[in-house]
């Protein structure tokens, strides 16, 4: 199955535009709608688009599974940081009462959840992908 010229020629004029959109949402999640599942939601779009005009760019799906795993256990650790720092789980770790320094905080955890979550709709719909075409 050949796909269009026009169709090649426009995904790649828009993958660059695309990722630079998914991490503007995922990095200013805390200031405004959007976050870590949205902007992880546009990355996954945009590898994708990737995967539709060329299938040999996305072969190794035990590596994107595997990394997947490691952005869930970061998301672990960042939220588990505060048991140590203010006694209890899944809170803001940073003691400082600067406002500027705890949003870091957010942004870290949006950015986890974000590559999070394009890697696992990358898994899913790569899988679905190379199930139909054999």
Same mark, same amino acid.
């Given at each position: *199955?050949?796909? =269009? @010229? +026009?169709?090649?020629?426009?995904?790649?004029? !828009? &993958?660059?535009? *695309? !990722?630079?959109?998914?991490? &503007?949402?995922?990095?200013?999640?805390?200031?405004? @709608? #959007?976050? #870590?599942?949205?902007? %992880?939601?546009? !990355?996954?779009?945009? +590898?994708?688009?990737?995967?539709?005009?060329? @299938?040999e760019?996305?072969?190794?799906?035990?590596? $994107?599974?595997?990394?997947?795993?490691?952005?869930? $256990? #970061?998301?672990?650790? $960042?939220? =588990?940081? =505060?048991?140590?720092?203010?006694?209890?789980?899944?809170?803001?770790? $940073?003691? =400082?009462?600067?406002?500027n320094?705890?949003?870091?905080? !957010?942004?870290?955890?949006?950015?986890?959840? %974000?590559?999070?979550?394009?890697?696992?709709?990358?898994?899913?719909?790569?899988?679905? +992908?190379?199930? %139909?075409?054999?």
């Amino acid at each position: *199955m050949k796909n =269009s @010229p +026009i169709l090649i020629c426009v995904c790649r004029v !828009l &993958y660059p535009f *695309m !990722l630079l959109f998914g991490f &503007y949402v995922i990095l200013n999640g805390h200031n405004s @709608p #959007g976050g #870590g599942f949205q902007g %992880g939601a546009i !990355l996954a779009t945009a +590898i994708l688009v990737t995967f539709f005009i060329d @299938p040999e760019k996305i072969t190794d799906l035990g590596l $994107i599974v595997k990394l997947e795993k490691l952005a869930f $256990i #970061g998301i672990l650790v $960042i939220s =588990s940081v =505060s048991f140590l720092t203010k006694g209890a789980l899944f809170t803001n770790f $940073i003691v =400082s009462n600067n406002i500027n320094l705890k949003a870091i905080f !957010l942004v870290l955890l949006n950015l986890f959840i %974000g590559i999070k979550v394009a890697l696992g709709l990358v898994a899913i719909f790569s899988t679905f +992908i190379d199930e %139909g075409r054999a």
